[in-house]
Nanobody, 121 residues
Framework: QVQLVESGGGLVQAGGSLRLSCAAS????????MGWYRQAPGNQRELVATITSGGSTNYADSVEGRFTISRDNAKNTVYLQMNSLKPEDTAVYYC???????????????WGQGTLVTVSS
């Protein structure tokens, strides 16, 4: 079983910054992709940013240039630096990891429990 634990959410004023962290633990052989998704009230969960083990990144248009995703492969940890935050960034942010377990090299895809980010105007 693979667990993801997020931290770093909170309340910030518009224009401010926050940094989210997500650490994966368990019987992990490798992690291919790690990413962040978010879900605002009444909306579907949407992709924010992803990063591969090789460092290739992908961002939603709405956060391009303001958010930066990074990862520490040795620590199985992914980060999301969020700058110039806007009220519309308010959501629960979820971490996701996809890779292979040690047992039989079986595939896994796991979600974190979510961390709330609130941006006040």
């Amino acid at each position: 079983q693979v667990q993801l634990v997020e931290s770093g959410g909170g309340l910030v004023q518009a224009g401010g910054s926050l940094r989210l962290s997500c650490a994966a633990s368990g019987s992990i052989f490798s992690i291919n992709v790690m990413g962040w998704y978010r879900q605002a009230p009444g909306n579907q969960r949407e992709l924010v940013a992803t990063i591969t083990s090789g460092g290739s990144t992908n961002y939603a248009d709405s956060v391009e240039g303001r958010f930066t995703i990074s990862r520490d492969n040795a620590k199985n940890t992914v980060y999301l630096q969020m700058n110039s935050l806007k009220p519309e960034d308010t959501a629960v942010y979820y971490c996701r990891a996809e890779g292979r377990r040690v047992a039989g090299l079986s595939l896994f895809g796991s979600w974190g429990q979510g961390t709330l980010v609130t941006v006040s105007s």
